[in-house]
């Protein structure tokens, strides 16, 4: 199937419902439309769009129906919450933990019109740059949780890069499937790893109710 046109800058495509609290903006060096995820968010789209995030500890899963064309990714901090909070696709409660990331990004495809025998799926991140003080395992927790969702739910893992001690920066492309991983091994590490930090502060507080890798 042909990729469809590219749209000009003034082209925005609307957001599916939901998404519309996500930043967009042209991405000029892919030539289309990024929408960029922080922590706790999720990102559904079935547009030619690239979605993007820069991990630390935290996991994302970029999951897409091939056969649609439609496709998202979740950045969540935390493996599971016993809560039961609401859906929230714009950095709510819910989302910062993996157990309601992963099933509001797959309930979402499948909404928008993707089936659950078609999906792909792919993960990355989990990196150890938290500092002693605080919960420096969480990243193996986070790929250790995914692994295990995904085993249980029945869903294959197609790709991934996780683990390790660098921040990465991840760019999803849901019509194509392509994935591009950088890990930031300089200056970007104490940046990330502050604002993590400060995140999983955030999160203690208000519980819930280099190069680059092609994947």
């Known amino acids: 199937m042909a990729l469809p046109k590219t749209k000009a800058p003034g082209d925005m495509p609307p957001a599916l419902d939901g998404f519309g609290g996500i930043k967009r903006y042209w991405d000029k060096t892919n030539d289309k439309y990024a929408a960029k995820i922080l922590p706790g968010e999720v990102y559904v ?24 064309k439609v496709g998202g990714m979740n950045h969540f901090m935390l493996p599971l919450s016993s809560g039961s909070g609401s859906w929230d696709s714009d950095g709510g409660l819910s989302t910062r933990y993996g157990n309601y990331a992963m099933e509001l990004l797959i309930n979402e ?23 002693k003080t605080m919960s420096s395992n969480v990243g193996e ?3 250790h949780f995914v692994e295990e969702y995904l085993r249980l739910e029945g869903l294959k893992l ?8 660098y ?15 950088k890990k930031l091994r300089n200056m970007h590490n104490r940046t990330v790893a502050e604002r993590e930090t400060a995140y ?10 280099g190069e680059i890798d092609l994947f």
């Open 167 to 181: 921040p990465r920066k991840v760019l999803f492309h849901p019509y194509s499937g392509l994935v591009r991983v």
């Open 109 to 131: 495809i499948i909404k928008h019109g993707g089936s659950r025998k078609n999906l792909e799926v792919k993960i990355f991140g989990g990196g150890k740059v938290l500092s």
């Open 45 to 68: 789209t079935t547009e030619d769009e690239v979605i993007t995030t820069v991990l630390g500890s935290c996991v994302s899963a970029c999951v897409r129906d091939p056969i649609f």
């Open 158 to 165: 197609e790709a991934g890069d996780v683990g390790d001690i």
């Open 200 to 209: 999983m502060k955030q999160i203690d507080q208000q519980p819930a109710s």
């Open 141 to 143: 927790r986070n790929i």
